[in-house]
């Protein structure tokens, strides 16, 4: 366990895909011992430093997303810091296909599905005037679409039987409007929706949003 900090000091600084050098544990270092949590986009940024810190309580992981050399060498990082076990597996949240190969693997090396973090998302800045039809429909498949399908194949794969917890990753630009983001803005207010629509439909079924 990571010496614990002063009230008031703050943890060093890591360069943005680095692993943190020290870590206050708030939380049981055992939390989530020996679950397993799916992480879209784990390989970099938000997604890598989720992995971390539910990896620091105890979780396994399997860090999911397009370009597998990135996936491997964030992998070693965060088991190197953690002592869990990360699987890197390539997928492109456009494609259920893709999506189902990755769950089919997981639930053969790790045995089960806990967690599901749909991270995964695709941004620029861009003024509506100049944003081609592509370039609007590419982030709503990657950010929205890209978020039904993860959570359709972890559900009908596992969460259906076994319940589970799903957490999607929003924004607040929707909430009031914003310049040169009408495409991440509006896929994640339909993101924020589809989470309450599927909380009601597979609560029942033990899945928590
Ligand atoms: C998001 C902000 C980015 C930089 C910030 C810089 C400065 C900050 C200054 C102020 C901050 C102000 C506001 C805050 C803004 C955002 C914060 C809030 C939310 C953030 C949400 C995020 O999601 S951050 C995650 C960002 N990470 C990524 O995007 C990584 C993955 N990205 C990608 O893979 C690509 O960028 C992609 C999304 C374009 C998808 O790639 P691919 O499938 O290969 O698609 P392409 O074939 O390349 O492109 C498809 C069409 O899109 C057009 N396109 C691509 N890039 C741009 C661009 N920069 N501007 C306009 N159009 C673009 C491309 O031309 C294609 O269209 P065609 O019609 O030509 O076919
Ligand atoms: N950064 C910010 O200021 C904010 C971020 N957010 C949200 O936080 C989350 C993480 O963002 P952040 O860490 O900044 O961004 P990053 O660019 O670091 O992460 C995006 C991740 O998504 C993966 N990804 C992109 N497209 C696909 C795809 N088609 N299929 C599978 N994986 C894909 C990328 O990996 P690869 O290239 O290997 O596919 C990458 O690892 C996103 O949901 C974002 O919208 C919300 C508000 C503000």
Avoid at 1 to 24: F, H, I, K, N, W
Avoid at 66 to 71: D, S, T
Avoid at 192 to 209: I, N, Q, R
Wanted: net charge negative.
């Amino acid at each position: 366990m990571a010496e614990p900090q002063r009230v008031g000091e703050l943890p060093e600084d890591v360069d943005t895909d680095d692993c943190m050098t020290s870590y206050t544990h708030i939380y049981s270092p055992d939390l989530l011992k020996d679950q397993v949590a799916f992480i879209t986009g784990g390989g970099t940024g938000i997604g890598l430093r989720i992995a971390e810190v539910l990896m620091r309580h105890g979780c396994d992981t399997v860090i999911a997303s397009r370009n597998l050399e990135k996936l491997t060498e964030a992998a070693k990082k965060l088991m190197a810091a953690t002592g869990r076990h990360c699987l890197p597996l390539t997928v492109d949240v456009r494609q259920p296909q893709t999506i189902s190969a990755a769950v089919d693997e997981t639930l053969k090396e790790l045995g089960r599905i806990d967690i599901l973090i749909n991270n995964a998302a695709g941004n620029f800045l861009c003024p509506a005037t100049s944003l081609s039809f592509n370039a609007f429909k590419t982030v709503l498949e990657i950010d929205t679409m890209g978020t039904f399908n993860t959570s359709k194949v972890v559900y009908e794969k596992w969460f259906k039987d076994h319940g589970g917890a799903i957490v999607n990753i929003s924004a607040t630009l929707g909430y009031r409007g914003q310049a040169l983001q009408v495409h991440a803005g509006s896929a994640k207010a339909a993101n924020d929706a589809m989470t309450k629509h599927l909380a009601v439909e597979w609560g029942p079924s033990g899945v928590k949003g």
